[in-house]
């Protein structure tokens, strides 16, 4: 099975950035799409970003449209989300996951595999 291990998050204020990173434990990621999820105390798990495995196509929850950037590194098999202009209300445990579905990638049914997460705080 294999594991994804996600990194970058912190407590930061309102306006500041941070890069989350994203990397499996084996070789199974350049062909999936991969997604970044997160799910705030009491709240259920959204989708934020998204992008496809030719890295063409990436899709964004409106909340973070402009502000967030999803992107990949083939060569070190590392998925990115650069997150800019932070607002308390992204604060959420942030989670990679890999699909190999080009279609609804907001869905988290087809995502068949999850890292354990990794927590962003932002303070207002």
């Known amino acids: 099975q294999v594991q994804l291990v996600e990194s970058g998050g912190g407590l930061v204020q309102a306006g500041d950035s941070l890069r989350l990173s994203c990397s499996p434990s084996?070789?199974?990621?350049?062909?999936?799409?991969m997604g970044w999820f997160r799910q705030a105390p009491g709240k259920e798990r959204d989708f934020v970003a998204a992008?496809?495995?030719?890295?063409?196509?990436?899709y964004y929850a409106d909340s973070v449209k402009g502000r967030f950037t999803i992107a990949r590194d083939y060569h070190k098999e590392t998925v990115y989300l650069q997150m800019n202009i932070l607002k308390p209300e992204d604060t959420a445990l942030y989670y990679c996951?890999?699909?190999?579905?080009?279609?609804?990638?907001?869905?988290?049914?087809?995502?068949?595999?999850w890292g354990q997460g990794t927590r962003v705080s932002v303070s207002s």
């Open positions: 992008i496809n495995w030719r890295s063409d196509n990436t």
């Open positions: 084996e070789r199974s990621f350049n062909a999936a799409t």
């Open positions: 996951a890999r699909s190999f579905y080009s279609t609804h990638y907001n869905n988290t049914q087809l995502y068949d595999a």
